[in-house]
Nanobody, 130 residues
Framework: QVQLVESGGGLVQAGGSLRLSCVGSGASLRYYAVGWFRQAAGKEREGIFC????????YVADSVKGRFTVSRDNAKSTVFLDMNNLKPEDTAVYYCAAEPGRITSVQAMCVNGLPGKDKWGQGTQVTVSS
């Protein structure tokens, strides 16, 4: 299983932008379905963007549609989450998670998450001030 490390979080004003990175080591993320999730304090985890390994299938949560995009740099085993027009309600810890091979449903991946702590990074905090 690939090991995941997220980075790029921080404090930003409403309307601003951030780019989060999810770097995979021990294996290439090229062959993994990857999802971005977030969890705000006191709230349940939300799957916001999930895609299979060749990006032919994607799921984007309504809460971020049109504002967040995802891209891959397979040579660097990295998946990026570009967040634009950030809002205070985007404040959360952001996690990436990865599953090898093909998955049945990217929507199910985002809705249900992935079992096993070894499929998740440690998270990066994003705080959006009003």
């Amino acid at each position: 299983q690939v090991q995941l490390v997220e980075s790029g979080g921080g404090l930003v004003q409403a309307g601003g932008s951030l780019r989060l990175s999810c770097v995979g080591s021990g294996a290439s993320l090229r062959y993994y379905a990857v999802g971005w999730f977030r969890q705000a304090a006191g709230k349940e985890r939300e799957g916001i963007f999930c895609m299979d390994s060749d990006i032919q299938n994607t799921y984007v949560a309504d809460s971020v549609k049109g504002r967040f995009t995802v891209s891959r740099d397979n040579a660097k085993s990295t998946v990026f989450l570009d967040m634009n027009n950030l809002k205070p309600e985007d404040t959360a810890v952001y996690y990436c998670a990865a599953e090898p091979g093909r998955i049945t449903s990217v929507q199910a991946m985002c809705v249900n998450g992935l079992p096993g702590k070894d499929k998740w990074g440690q998270g990066t905090q994003v705080t959006v001030s009003s």
